[in-house]
């Protein structure tokens, strides 16, 4: 008996088979395919949504979306690599139709349409809402690093600029030192540098340490603290125990399914002051007036929380377990600002901070070196059982602009409430499962932990397919392909 044969490939097929039949009913491939045709790329944002009325056709924003998508849903985000998909993978050719547009027009796609990409990703959501994916009830925040497409060689800050500055002055120098031992000697020597070649290097090192002064002018000039040339809005930061240049990417995932709500990216290198922000985001998605947030330590902040706590969002970060005071309803939330140093939190409307006990804190004084300015009520300090304050004078430091810092004691109308902020201890338990499974599955299964793009805008575009490629997995296990099919057609 014979092994199994495959198919004479010389033999002529006088009816060839159809592509439609390669691709089975339930392939994800044919919900990509109804998903794209649903959308209005034109409404959402895309350039060239419409063909041209004269010169070559140009290919159809929703093909280059599809082949994107499935890139990303299939650990292959290079543009290089989907063209080389379009010609052997049956799922792509179906998908494409048989076309197969060269990498520069596949990534000129991504790098053209940013905004639009991060409305396809806004409209999956809605669409996962409208199909009851979404709980409502609990999200959690949190945020992870991903390698941005810069070394660590071409970051600087002002300190490693120093440091590079010196040792140039110093080779500089040995090399003037030489050209002085070049003249005493004699010519015939072959061992010795030329005048001129020293002359050539010591022009070359100058030439390195002036660029090194100019990026050292223009972090004064900007007041930023670091300076990323391949990728200037990359930053380095700790990922993985280890430096390295980063985005801080930000996420707000539901705890009914693990899907994700919203996100941001950013380069700051800690999460401390994104609470608020991330909160009111899922807030504004979700369409809900009150909502229940949980994230870890990282993000415990008294300003936060009381930012939080005023716009009907409970959060529940780990190890909160304080008083924090909120103004009253002649406040604004946007009078709370994040200038805050323990559990006081800082009206900038009145110039005051309020301690956890409901005390306010006078400003005292401004210390140039750090630009902190000092906030003190050495009396209500004095008999207060809280020892709270920095240190044993009893003041709170407030890092500010100078200009901002001006003396008051104006505190008649300045009425606060205090609330007992206590994160549930349950809440906290469920919020690595939730927050932690999108980051898990991006970096791990899609293979998507370090970036191709650069720039805010262009990143955050790539992160919008990342993100909507793990949306649509996540709503295709959970609702199977025919139910997916049958709610975009509804």
């Known amino acids: 008996m014979n092994f199994i044969s495959g198919a004479d490939r010389s033999q002529i097929i006088l009816l060839p088979d159809s592509v439609d039949g390669y691709i089975d009913d339930n392939n994800a491939v044919r919900v990509i395919e109804a998903y794209i045709n649903s959308l209005d790329l034109n409404a959402l944002g895309f350039a060239k949504s419409a063909p041209n009325d004269m010169g070559r056709p140009m290919y159809a924003p929703q093909d280059l979306l599809k082949l994107y998508l499935y890139g990303y849903m299939n650990r292959v985000r290079s543009s290089r690599r989907l063209e080389i998909e379009t010609k052997r993978n049956l799922e792509v050719i179906w998908l494409m139709r048989k076309l197969s547009p060269d990498h520069k027009t596949i990534a000129r796609f991504r790098h053209d349409n940013p905004v639009a990409l991060k409305n396809v990703f806004k409209d999956f959501v809605k669409l996962c809402i409208r199909l009851g994916l979404y709980g409502k009830e609990l999200v959690a925040v949190d945020g992870s690093k991903f390698k941005a497409v810069n070394a660590k060689d071409c970051n600087f800050n002002v300190?490693?600029?120093?440091?590079?500055?010196?040792?140039?002055?110093?080779?500089?120098?040995?090399?003037?030192?030489?050209?002085?031992e070049v003249d005493k000697q004699d010519d015939a020597d072959k061992s010795i540098k030329s005048a001129e070649e020293v002359q050539r290097i010591i022009s070359e090192l100058a030439q390195r340490k002036a660029g090194y002064q100019s990026f050292?002018?223009?972090?004064?000039?900007?007041?930023?603290?670091q300076k990323s040339l391949t990728d200037p809005d990359s930053r380095l930061m700790m990922a993985n125990g280890k430096m390295d240049i980063c985005y801080n990417v930000q996420t707000v995932t539901d705890s009914k399914n693990k899907l994700l709500v919203g996100f941001e990216v950013t380069n700051e290198a800690v999460d401390k002051n994104q609470l608020e922000r991330m909160s009111d985001l899922a807030i504004n998605i979700l369409e809900q007036k009150e909502l229940n947030v949980t994230a870890d330590v990282g993000y415990d902040s008294a300003t936060e929380v009381a930012r939080c706590l005023m716009k009907g969002i409970v959060p529940h970060v780990a190890g909160s377990d304080y008083d924090v005071c909120l103004p009253t309803d002649d406040f604004s939330v946007n009078e709370i600002t994040s200038h805050t140093n323990g559990r006081s939190v800082y009206l900038a409307d009145r110039n005051v901070a309020v301690c956890p006990m409901g005390k306010?804190?006078?400003?005292?004084?401004?210390?140039?070196?750090?630009?902190?300015?000092?906030?003190?009520?050495?009396?209500?300090?004095?008999?207060?059982?809280?020892?709270?304050?920095?240190?044993?004078?009893?003041?709170?430091?407030i890092t500010m602009d100078k200009a901002v810092f001006k003396k008051t004691y104006d505190d008649k109308n300045l009425l606060v409430k205090?609330?007992?902020?206590?994160?549930?201890?349950?809440?906290?338990?469920?919020?690595?499962?939730?927050?932690?499974?999108?980051?898990?599955?991006?970096?791990?299964?899609?293979?998507?932990?370090?970036?191709?793009?650069?720039?805010?805008?262009?990143?955050?575009?790539?992160?919008?397919l990342t993100f909507l490629a793990y949306n649509l997995k996540r709503a295709l296990n959970i609702l199977g392909t025919s139910r997916m099919l049958k709610a975009i057609k509804a």
């Open 418 to 464: 205090q609330i007992r902020v206590a994160a549930d201890k349950e809440i906290v338990r469920q919020r690595k499962s939730i927050a932690e499974h999108p980051f898990g599955t991006v970096k791990r299964t899609m293979d998507a932990g370090y970036l191709l793009t650069r720039g805010f805008q262009n990143v955050s575009g790539e992160f919008s």
């Open 159 to 180: 300190k490693k600029l120093n440091e590079r500055i010196a040792r140039l002055d110093a080779k500089i120098e040995k090399y003037l030192q030489q050209m002085e």
């Open 360 to 397: 306010v804190l006078y400003p005292g004084g401004y210390k140039k070196r750090g630009g902190k300015a000092l906030f003190y009520n050495f009396r209500a300090c004095a008999a207060c059982p809280c020892k709270c304050t920095v240190e044993r004078y009893k003041k709170f430091e």
């Open 216 to 225: 050292a002018e223009e972090l004064k000039e900007s007041g930023e603290s």
